[in-house]
């Protein structure tokens, strides 16, 4: 499938099988991740795979919908500001940005191999870093089950591209 048609068909899934994840499938969507672009391709972010079936408990601390369990596993980007490139003029820091276009590489890669994701970040941070025993510095971005789909889309509701788009001023 081409690109148009890839980010048509990916949608934010809100049931999913039990069924597992084969390894291959798990490694392409991690390598997706991995070259992804990041600013000064400083690779500011980590992703944490975890397997729902004994932890589904702590999972639902750090999100509280059922569906969010049901996958065989949940994945968490994280961002790591002290390995980000930092705009000089501002000392904006990039790492969360980072994580964010890793993300999106992992939600369209899945949806090439065939699996659903639902992006997630009305997480609870402080549950997050504890279930997941993340250190101080490290920022958990972003988080979406994997696994196959046992819902089917609906239609896209997208604003009109003339309300997004400018051209050479505001």
């Not at 991740?33 to 932890?55: D, H, L, S, W, Y």
């Not at 980000?84 to 939600?107: L, P």
Request: hydrophobic fraction near 45%; proline fraction near 7%.
């Amino acid at each position: 499938m081409n690109f148009q048609e890839l980010i048509k068909k990916r949608y934010s899934v809100r049931a999913y099988k039990p069924d597992p994840v084969e390894e291959d499938k798990l490694a392409r969507v991690l390598e997706a991740a991995r070259i992804a672009p990041t600013a000064a391709n400083r690779q500011a972010f980590r992703i944490i795979v975890v397997e729902t079936g004994k932890r589904k408990a702590d999972l639902r601390r750090i999100y509280g919908r059922d569906w969010f369990v049901q996958a065989p596993l949940v994945l968490c980007v994280c961002a790591v500001p002290s390995e980000a490139w930092v705009r000089k003029a501002d000392g904006w820091n990039a790492a969360e940005v980072d994580a964010t276009i890793v993300m999106s590489h992992i939600v369209l890669a899945a949806a090439e191999e065939g699996l659903g994701t639902c992006w997630i970040a009305a997480f609870d941070p402080a549950a997050a870093r504890e279930v997941l025993g993340l250190p101080l510095e490290v920022i958990p971005s972003g988080f979406t089950p994997l696994g196959y789909a046992a819902d089917s889309p609906l239609p896209k509701k997208r604003r009109p591209l003339a309300d997004l788009v400018r051209r050479n001023h505001w």
